[in-house]
Structures are given as structure tokens and as C-alpha cells.
């Protein structure tokens, strides 16, 4: 019997990903380290290494102080823990809003030093001159449009978008004009749920919900969330796991152990 040599994993790709609208719901997770990533990467089509790292791992405010190197630091862990899913990438503030050049030095110092398929960056309208600028030379643009957490100063917080029906008209702008730029896909945040579906309806590139719309064409949730690690999460959340109880029961059990010294045991000891 002979054995046919294994098919080599290939990443899904930016292309893929563009012509899943309309189709099969798009499954992502944001992931910041290399053993979570291994683990999504079995169930992900696209995985984020998004600014909100800034928050869960390190305990930031908001993601306004994100610094480029860290963004690097996770997206190259992500990618050296994954073979499947496509990586995206955050450009954090401050790396892309200046002018289209700067945007394009960082999106390729990202891409170079991390081995990610894709960036992603915030801003509807306004980014379209700089999304059409780097698509043109060859990055790959996930646009992020909604709420906009890197904005969250102008906005006054985290508020949910669209609330006014008299605001619409601008987001579906947004929208429309980071799809013409040549965005591949676009995350909506934060938005009521008739004003993400109608957006998803609207545009021909695929739309990324988060607290957004069942109807969008793919979903996204930040795995610390989801897996229960965060013990105030927003409403959008839904909780899959329990991992704040399970770490404090192991950690606890642990303590314990070791202060009756039943650890480590013969098993754990070189003789
Ligand atoms: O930074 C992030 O995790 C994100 C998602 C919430 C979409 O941008």
C-alpha cells in the first residue's frame, strides 16, 4: 500500500476570505499568543491580533496607548503558533492616521516583521484615501467602522452606534467608502442590529459583526470574553467557558499542595 504524501496546510487567503460574502458565515477570534492561536486556528477562518490586547493582556485603559512594537511582539506569536487561518493584524493609533505614507511604512514594517496576511485599521470615510493607497501597493486592508475604540475619547466611550436613525446615513457612508477603497472586508462594531444588516445588505465586500447583526456575513468576539476570563463583559458577549473559575480552582488546588507538601510528588522529581 502506498501513502500519498500530506497535503501542505495553506492558509486561507485575503481572495478567500473577499468571496465569502453572502456565503457560509465567517467564524474569527481575536488571539494574542501562540498556544491560544494553535488552538483557534483549528476553527477560525481569520484570526485578529487586535489592539485590544492593550486591555485584556496588559491592563490599558483603552487601546489609545498601544504601541506599534507590541502589535508586532503578538501578531508574530500568532502567526508562529497558526498553519490555517488567515492573521490580521491591528495598526494601533497613531501608526496610519497621519497621511497615507506613514500608514504604508507601518502596515509594511507589520507585515514584514510579523508574517500576517492582512492589517486592520479603524476609520470609515476618512481612511478611504489611505485604505485605496495601501491596497494599491500590495497590503491587504480590513476596514473598522461603527464603534471605533481607538476613538473613544471623541466619542465620549465606548457608545453603541446608530441608535439615531438620523445618524445612518453617515455610517452606510463609511461603509460604502472603505469597500470602494478596496477594504477586503469590513469589521462593524457596536452598531444596532437594523443598521448592520442593512450595511451587510449594501456593500459587496464581507461585514465582520461584533455587537452587531446575526445577518452580517461573519462574526468576531474577543476570546478572553467569550471563554469567561473577563468578569464584566459587554452585553454582546456570549460566554462560552468558564475560565476564571477553572484557573482560580487549579491555582488554588495548587497553593494548597504545595503548603502540605504534596507536591511536588515522586512523579514530578528526577531520581
Ligand atoms: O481589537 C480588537 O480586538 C478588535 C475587535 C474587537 C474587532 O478590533
Redesign the pocket.
Known amino acids: 500500500m502506498t501513502t500519498e504524501p500530506a497535503k501542505p496546510v495553506r492558509r486561507t487567503t485575503v481572495p478567500q476570505l473577499a468571496a465569502r460574502k453572502g456565503g457560509d458565515p465567517i467564524v474569527s477570534l481575536?488571539s494574542y499568543h501562540a498556544h491560544t492561536a494553535a488552538i483557534v486556528d483549528g476553527y477560525a477562518d481569520f484570526i485578529?491580533v487586535?489592539?485590544?490586547l492593550g486591555m485584556v493582556m496588559h491592563g490599558m485603559e483603552t487601546?489609545v496607548g498601544v504601541p506599534l512594537d507590541l502589535m508586532i511582539m503578538h501578531g508574530r506569536a500568532v502567526v508562529r503558533g497558526t498553519k490555517k487561518a488567515l492573521i490580521v493584524v491591528?495598526m494601533p493609533f497613531g501608526t496610519y492616521e497621519e497621511s497615507p505614507n506613514v500608514a504604508f511604512r507601518n502596515a509594511a514594517k507589520i507585515m514584514k516583521e510579523t508574517g500576517c496576511g492582512a492589517v486592520?485599521l479603524e476609520g470609515g470615510s476618512r481612511m478611504a484615501e489611505t485604505i485605496h493607497f495601501l491596497v494599491e501597493r500590495g497590503i491587504p486592508v480590513m476596514a473598522?467602522t461603527g464603534l471605533t475604540?481607538q476613538s473613544s475619547h471623541v466619542m465620549g466611550g465606548f457608545k453603541t452606534q446608530g441608535r439615531q436613525e438620523d445618524t445612518w446615513p453617515a455610517h452606510e457612508e463609511d461603509a460604502k467608502a472603505v469597500a470602494d477603497a478596496g477594504a477586503f472586508a469590513v469589521?462593524l462594531?457596536g452598531m444596532v442590529e437594523p443598521l448592520a444588516a442593512k450595511i451587510t445588505k449594501m456593500i459587496d465586500i464581507p461585514t465582520i459583526g461584533?455587537g452587531a447583526s446575526a445577518d452580517c456575513d461573519g462574526q468576531?468576539l474577543?476570546l478572553e470574553d467569550m471563554l469567561g476570563l473577563n468578569s464584566r463583559p459587554p452585553k454582546f458577549v456570549k460566554v462560552y467557558g468558564d475560565l476564571a473559575n477553572q484557573i482560580e480552582s487549579a491555582v488554588k488546588n495548587y497553593a494548597e499542595d504545595v503548603r502540605d507538601r504534596k507536591f511536588p510528588t515522586e512523579d514530578q522529581v528526577y531520581r
Do not use: A, F, M, R
Request: no cysteine; hydrophobic share 35%.
Open positions: 481575536t485578529l487586535g489592539d485590544s487601546t491591528d486592520k473598522h475604540p469589521v462594531e461584533i468576531i474577543v
